[in-house]
């Protein structure tokens, strides 16, 4: 069972432009929302990550929009760059469980 | 952020002989480790849950026999891979999450283990 559903599969974009990258979850008890960055080969790497309080988050390039009504969650990356070429996970915990991935996002950012 | 290491990073072994993978984390103390598998392409599968000093518990449908887990200090977990086969070959990845009440969870470099 999918608990948590990461769309696109995969995504092309443009040196400078936005990628975004959705989830949707089910579980209201999910109360962490982390997006992970892995590169081939790498083990993953924490990105940013919000609480179900607020309803954005921005550190430098990245932003998490959050939408608790709709249980939807998303990462927004300003002037992608080449080098930000990986796969990104979303991810949901509810508290004292285990950490739920979504399938994965691979994206490539052509220069 | 905390760092979690894994060693190795790649090893490849015969079938039927037995692989051990360590995971150790280096600037917190870990109660909990955690270890994943991922198959090329996909999303990380979480194998077991790693607790120091007492058993780990299983996901449905991973053989604890087959993998043995063992969590004897609060910086250090390893994987056995038993008797491995050709279709034990993925990647696996540990994570320790930091005791300071928030749910940071921090991932190794992985292993990559090929069986011939």
């Known amino acids: 069972q999918q608990q948590v559903k990461q769309s696109p599969q995969s995504l092309i974009v443009q040196k400078g432009g936005i990628s975004i990258i959705n989830c949707a979850y089910e579980n209201t008890a999910f109360d962490y929302f982390p997006w992970y960055q892995q590169f081939p080969g790498k083990g993953p790497a924490l990105l940013i990550a919000?609480?179900?309080?607020?309803s954005e988050k921005k550190e430098g390039r990245f932003t998490i929009s959050f939408n608790k009504s709709a249980k939807q969650f998303s990462l927004h990356i300003m002037d992608s760059q080449p080098g930000d070429s990986a796969t990104y996970f979303c991810a949901a915990l509810e508290y004292g469980n285990k950490l739920v991935f979504g399938a994965g996002t691979i994206l490539r950012v052509k220069s | 952020g905390a760092v979690v290491s894994q060693h190795p990073s790649r090893v490849i072994c015969k079938s039927g002989t037995s692989v051990k993978i360590e995971c150790r984390s280096l600037d917190f103390q870990a109660t909990t480790m955690f270890w994943y598998r991922q198959f090329p392409k996909q999303s990380l599968m979480l194998m077991a849950t790693?607790?120091?000093?007492?058993?780990?518990?299983?996901e449905q449908g991973v053989e604890k026999d087959k993998f043995l887990i063992n969590h004897a200090s609060l910086t250090l977990s390893t994987l056995t891979v038993t008797s491995a086969h050709p279709e034990d070959s993925s990647f696996y990845i540990c994570?320790?999450?930091?005791?300071?009440?928030?749910?940071?969870?921090?991932f190794g470099s992985g292993t990559q283990l090929s069986v011939l």
């Open positions: 919000i609480r179900p309080d607020v």
């Open positions: 994570s320790a999450r930091e005791p300071r009440g928030d749910e940071k969870l921090f």
């Open positions: 790693s607790n120091e000093g007492s058993k780990a518990t299983y």
